[in-house]
């Protein structure tokens, strides 16, 4: 998953450079090569994440429509949901506004242990999701550090919403403050303060200046964020409980299911999962092309200018 | 509005920034800071604007200490080096920005934002570019946006951070000459940051020439320029030949060889620097000339006005490179070639004592 905030593809350099290099003589590569290359990279497509998706489909749609739906609308099905939701929508606001405050205060001010916060953002990237849920019942839990005095005042955490809350934040911590830092920092602090310099406060100069700059980056990273918060299922697995119908979210349910060997169940509310996936991908071609787009076409108005 | 800059100390870690600089600007004038890169001046330039706090020192605006002014209420017109221009909003908003950022009460109704933008953007001819976006603008225009922008808000005074440093040449003389004539319109205070002393020395009424923290020295174009206080400035504006000698009596050592100058200031015997400009060089085309500086003709440049002779240094100045200039005619009677030694006898002279030369030029 970590992986997908590096890899982007828009931001490559335009396709007419390979169109140019194919077509000289002195460039170009001996036909099998390219086939070669071209050959293990769409098989290796095609077996390892065309047929899981498209396996998931057919295995949900196996024993046809009303099963699917059945599978769907029940009760422990529609609760996962609505935990899954609720856990997303809590987590994603929260890292929203964590993610602009680190990334601002990485990106406009100098201090000391910079370097330290820049790293600690990863560590959920470089922790395994288990460890992270772990992490939360040996504080939390009623062995753990908090779990006697917290158990005395009748506040449950883990195997608990909370707890869920509690580690879909840590596990979807680093998405938007690592869209922003970069973004932030190449944009540097002139255009605020020109803001400043016209008047404008702190606050107008957020919301009329920085974040106009910032909010397709903003966007991308929310929109990834919000993928991992409803995907996730190591550290959430670890603090729910499996619960039925009270801590168990979709990827948990699907687990269960499986578990159960309802397999046309299991396959149906995965597929909404995947279904999910798919979603994002087209809103975050559709963001990164509205973001490079837009740029794009003023560079060109530009040319044309000077 | 006059600005006065007191005592102002500004350090980065261990880097003096600015060292004890005191400074008057009065109202009205068009002054240039100018100085090599990293003599302080941007840095002297946002003191006076609030965007860099000075560690000790004050700045007066208007006569009235600001060091506890917020940016936002000294009233301060600031043109960015790379402009700064808010590129999600077009011309017109960008130019609108400062009047809609008003408290409410202060703030001017819309159709009067209106007028005022046209107004400005008329000022800087470029009403036809309102709906454009920064992007699409070229330097030069972008420029002129900036500080349209800038005086929207009615500032009492303006700053300039190296307001022509990234424009190409043809557009640099352009806006040079328009800036003069704007500031000649509106007499508002100005203070304009250059390394370029020509840009300095054109368009400016006082020049301030600042080295490493200091000022150096101020004073009209043409005071700096034909009186420079300190070798710094001599080297700093225009190019220049220099001699290290040894005064001796109404000479001056240069090694073995003499140049014949009557420094009074000095004792025989001290050391001293001596700088002369290329027009101020006159060739002796007789190697064996009583006096001075012996040295070899390299290349002869030709072309334009006036003939540049590069030479390279001889006896005395061994090591050293000479640049002079000749009129065609002047070349042509004293049949100079490349390959050629000459003496070279300065028309005129300007003497420093050596100890505060090597210490400025260091």
New interface residues.
Partial sequence: MSAATTLNWTAAPRGDAAVRYESREATREVPWVKWTILGISLTFFAVFLLLPLVAVFVEALRKGWETYWSALIHEDALWAIKLTLTAAAISVPLNLVFGVCAAWAIAKFEFRGKHLLITLIDLPFSVSPVIAGLIYVLIFGAQGWLGPWLAEHDIRIIFAVPGIVLATVFVTFPFVARELIPLMQAQGREEEEAAIVLGANGWQTFWYVTLPNIKWGLLYGVILCNARAMGEFGAVSVVSGHIRGQTNTLPLHVEILYNEYQFAAAFAVASLLALLALVTLAVKTWVEHRASGGSQSREAHQDAAS | MSIQVRNIRKTFGNFVALNDVSLDFPTGELVALLGPSGCGKTTLLRVI?G?EQADAGQVLLDGADASGTH???RQ???V?Q?Y??????NVFDNVA??MR??PRDQRPSEKAIRAKVEELLALVQLEWLAD??P????GGQRQRIALA??L??EPRVLLLDEPFGALDAKVRKELRRWLRKLHDELHITSIFVTHDQEEALEVADRVVLMDRGHVEQIGTPEEVYRQPATPFVYGFLGSVNFFHGRVDGSNLRVGEDVLPHAPQDFDTGSEVIAFARPHELDLVPDAHADTGVAARITRILAFGVTVRVELDGLNGATGQHFEVELTQQCVTELALAEGQTVRLLPSRLKVFQRNDAIGASA
């Fill in positions: 604007a965007l940016v936002r209420e301060v017109g600031f960015f790379h700064a221009l808010f590129r999600h909003m920005f400062g950022m008003k454009r976006f992007a699409q603008l070229s922008r800038a929207a808000v």
